[in-house]
């Protein structure tokens, strides 16, 4: 099935890139030299800077070491101490409401995102007039860049002046007076509903795409055997799409894990604090190591959170890894 | 009888989900046209709506919107072509070769996927500075946004790639080389035609994914030279109000290029995507 053909993080885990070329004996250089331009790359900008990440999150890094870098005072796990639990440290504060709305906004995201993407493409999976222009108009929410998508919402949150607001107390009479949505605990759908805007089409993309690929000689017997249209989804689609929806799921965490764009831009002039409800751990991190000019401590949570979603992609890979392959 | 009728239902569904999708899309472009003391006073629902096509003259005047526009426009574009060029050679590396180091190196491809930006951000500012000392600016230059947007967006690339070339049947290569073309030959003339649609929907993915970056485009720019499209929309955010309507008509200039790329790849992004090798 087709999300094999996509590894991707699998590879992590050891599901081997299938290279099925003849043993050599003799050394072949030819492999190498398609490789060497992108790993050379990957090496000055990712694998480099990496290690020095690595070093730099037990450095002292402020305002007086920087000009050192390298050379700062070392600390060994002093910051990763000082940013994950002490209360005194400019980069924690803040850090376990962000944390919590980080965990709650990946989960839930996902899983708008998923359901609303598999429930599209079930209705799109028909024949109907219009369905190709459907279809199309409905990704374009996919194509707004996000950080557009950041200052458009951001602009119809707007208490006063803000469209939502204007619909949903002037329009359709649904409250009586106009609430605030980029304050208080209101900011957390602030930020979930338009990055589950944007994150929907191109799942339902992919989901359809699958959905396609599923004979329709299974749904003719289910329906033979008297399965209703509940049945049918539980037991063909769902276990067609599986594979699909396991790696949609994984890449959709990953991304919200580390989504930065849509807060970035929705509050203030990129420095602005999107309050207790709307700051996640990227925008938070960002903000406050710039502001205290403490990379270290940006570092180090940068390295937990890293390590943490490798381990997340491990475990997922790993739990799943069976289903997907049954599809192969 | 029932059955129609059902079907009927859902087809209204579909369009309703249609609307309530565009319906963001669709304010923006109203609120672009719509004229400035509507806009912050709220007022923007009225019976009798003129188009202040003005807008789109004043956001240019307002903001050098141009500038930030011809960047990324540089920036993006330079950087597909090299991404997708270095990522067709690796994958193809990947997909077709056994040697030591493939299975690393494609753990290290699929690595990259999950390190947060904030981690190599300094070493890599710091890299700029030493380089910028020694003699080859870096910093705020389009050649130093264009190398890292590079390297950041040639991994995932790699990995939509491979799945393309993986479903290539190796018979044609074989085929070429008896006919006494060379392997890196038999590459060109023969894998990369083939692989187009994969080629266009990989380039499309890029393009997409570098006109979405702010992070580094904060950082590592400082002057309207080099500066990015999301750089200058902020710029609309003056120091006592906020010019919406400006704001507004400058989003909808800067999708338009993703709009354009989107469409005009549509055909063969949707087959990249039936053929699963396109991440969401």
């Not at chain 1, 919200?256 to 991190?285: C, H, Q, R, T």
């Not at chain 2, 030493?130 to 910093?139: E, S, V, Y």
Request: contains cysteine; aromatic residues 12%.
């Amino acid at each position: 099935m087709t999300a094999v053909s996509e590894p991707g993080l699998g590879a992590l885990v050891g599901g081997a890139s299938r290279a099925s070329a003849p043993r050599r004996r003799k050394f072949d250089a030819f492999p190498y030299l398609l490789l060497a331009p992108a790993a050379l790359m990957m090496v000055i900008v990712n694998l480099v800077p990496i290690v020095q990440g690595f070093r730099m999150s037990m450095l002292k890094l402020n305002q007086y070491t920087l000009s050192q870098f390298m050379g700062a005072p070392f600390v060994g796990l002093r910051n990763y101490r000082g940013v994950l639990f002490d209360a005194t440290n400019p980069v924690h504060a803040g850090m376990l409401g962000a944390l919590r709305n980080t965990a709650l906004y990946s989960l839930l995201v996902t899983l708008c995102a998923v359901a609303i993407g598999l429930g599209v493409a079930l209705l799109l999976n028909r024949d109907f007039p219009g369905k190709a222009a459907a279809r199309t108009l409905l990704m374009l929410p996919w194509v707004v860049p996000t950080y557009v998508v950041g200052t458009l919402w951001g602009f119809m949150w707007q208490r006063d002046e803000g469209i939502i607001n204007h619909v949903l107390v002037d329009v359709l009479h649904l409250m009586d007076h106009k609430p605030f949505w980029l304050i208080g605990s209101n900011t957390f759908f602030a930020i979930v509903i338009p990055t589950v805007w944007r994150a929907w089409p191109v799942l339902m993309l992919i989901f359809l795409a699958a959905l396609q690929a599923v004979p329709e000689e299974l749904y003719e017997a289910a329906r033979l055997d008297g399965a209703n249209a509940w049945q049918r989804f539980v037991n063909i689609t769902l276990p067609a799409l599986k594979p699909v929806i396991v790696i949609q799921v994984m890449f959709q965490i990953i991304d919200n894990v580390y989504s930065y764009n849509i807060v970035a831009m929705m509050f203030g002039k990129g420095a602005g604090y999107p309050g207790e409800w709307g700051d996640l751990l990227m925008p938070l991190l960002t903000r406050q190591s710039f502001s205290y000019w403490r990379f270290g401590e940006g570092a180090a949570v940068s390295f937990v959170m890293m390590a943490v979603m490798l381990v997340f992609v491990a475990v997922w890979m790993r739990t799943f890894r069976r289903s997907m392959t049954d599809e192969a | 009888m029932k059955r129609r009728s059902t079907e009927r239902m859902l087809n209204m569904l579909v369009w309703a989900i249609v609307a309530l999708t565009l319906s963001p899309v669709a304010f923006m472009v109203y609120a672009s046209l719509s004229d400035y003391n509507d806009v912050v006073t709220g007022n923007l629902v009225k019976a009798s709506f003129t188009p202040h096509w003005s807008n789109y003259r004043e956001m240019w005047v307002n903001v050098d919107f141009l500038a930030f526009l011809r960047n990324s426009l540089v920036i993006c574009g330079l950087t597909t072509l090299f991404a997708t060029v270095l990522a067709a050679l690796a994958a193809y590396s990947l997909a077709r070769f056994k040697f030591r180091g493939n299975h690393p190196f494609s753990v290290a491809v699929s690595t990259t996927q999950v390190i947060p930006g904030m981690l190599f951000f300094l070493p890599l500012y710091m890299l700029y500075i030493q380089l910028d000392d020694a003699g080859l600016p870096m910093m705020n230059t389009y050649h130093g946004m264009i190398f890292l947007y590079t390297a950041m967006f040639t991994p995932a690339s790699i990995w939509i790639m491979r799945g393309f070339f993986v479903a290539i049947p190796r018979e044609l290569e074989e085929a070429a080389i008896i006919d006494g073309c060379s392997r890196l030959g038999a590459f060109v003339r023969v894998v990369l035609p083939i692989s187009a649609p994969g080629i266009i929907a990989t380039a499309s993915f890029v393009f997409l994914l570098a006109w979405d970056e702010v992070f580094f485009a904060w950082v590592l720019t400082s002057s309207p030279d080099v500066q990015t499209v999301p750089v200058g929309l902020r710029l609309y955010m003056g120091q006592h109000a906020t010019r919406y309507d400006l704001m507004m008509a400058a989003a909808v200039v800067s999708v338009i290029p993703v709009l354009v790329t989107f469409f005009a790849s549509q055909r063969w992004f949707i087959k990249g995507l039936a053929a699963g090798a396109v991440k969401g």
